[in-house]
């Protein structure tokens, strides 16, 4: 079992352009949840997905973010028109079943933004 | 909102001697209270967790202890070595498990040998 995959591991953009961040779960996990880490700060939780549905997206900013857990393939994250301030590290987390005790960490995206 | 306030944000100790890192929460109805270290440019690991239901746990030379009145819980972690060296979050989950978790802002721990 190779843990949580996420991809790319650094990912830079310009202002205005889009990124997509790829979380790929732990074998046999259908819960994937994503956070966002700014320098200095602690995780702040952003969405929880199971396959094909968002169950919780109260920490997603209102526009330019989405989130995604199709069926087949990894969840992604996707930014549109991306600021400066976007610039963080963004962390998902899979777990078997929705008790946080057994969510596990990737490595974590780093997008920053010039 | 709700919120989780950890302290301190940084701590320097000997090696050998032991640190508590101590966190107070906001909402009522949190009932899980993990613990995670992170290295520098490294994931988030668990490192222990507690329920609501015990005051106390304990796995080697790590512990917490939760205080489910004045809703506050503490890591501590006796005989320090270097390789403890790193931040640690606390967080606690925001209405009950089924909820999300709210991290603390980190406390960076510096064991010196």
């Known amino acids: 079992n190779a843990g949580v995959m996420q991809n790319p591991r650094h990912l830079v953009r310009r202002r205005g352009q889009e990124a997509r961040l790829r979380c790929s779960p732990m074998?046999?996990?259908?819960?994937v949840y994503w956070y966002r880490q700014l320098p200095e700060e602690g995780l702040k939780f952003m969405v929880y997905l199971q396959k094909e549905n968002i169950i919780d997206e109260s920490g997603m900013p209102k526009e330019r973010f989405s989130a995604e857990f199709p069926k087949e393939g990894p969840s992604i994250l996707r930014i549109q028109q991306v600021v400066r301030g976007d610039s963080a590290a963004y962390f998902c987390?899979?777990?078997?079943?929705?008790?946080?005790?057994?969510?596990?960490f990737g490595q974590g995206t780093r997008l920053t933004v010039v | 909102g709700e919120n989780v306030e950890q302290h301190p944000s940084t701590l320097s100790v000997q090696e050998g001697d032991s640190a508590v890192i101590k966190c107070t929460y906001s909402?009522?109805?949190?009932?899980?209270f993990p613990w995670y270290k992170q290295e520098l440019g490294k994931r988030p690991q668990l490192i222990i967790d507690?329920?609501?239901?015990?005051g106390e746990k304990k796995d080697q030379r790590i512990a917490v202890t939760l205080n489910k009145t004045a809703k506050h819980f503490s890591l501590h972690i006796t005989e320090t070595q270097p390789e403890d060296s790193a931040v640690y979050f606390c967080?606690?989950?925001?209405?009950?498990?089924?909820?999300?978790?709210?991290f603390g802002k980190g406390t960076k721990l510096s064991v010196k040998p």
């Open positions: 967080a606690a989950s925001i209405g009950g498990s089924q909820g999300n978790l709210i």
């Open positions: 507690i329920r609501s239901n015990v």
């Open positions: 909402d009522s109805a949190s009932n899980y």
């Open positions: 074998k046999g996990h259908s819960h």
């Open positions: 987390a899979s777990s078997p079943t929705s008790d946080r005790a057994e969510a596990f």
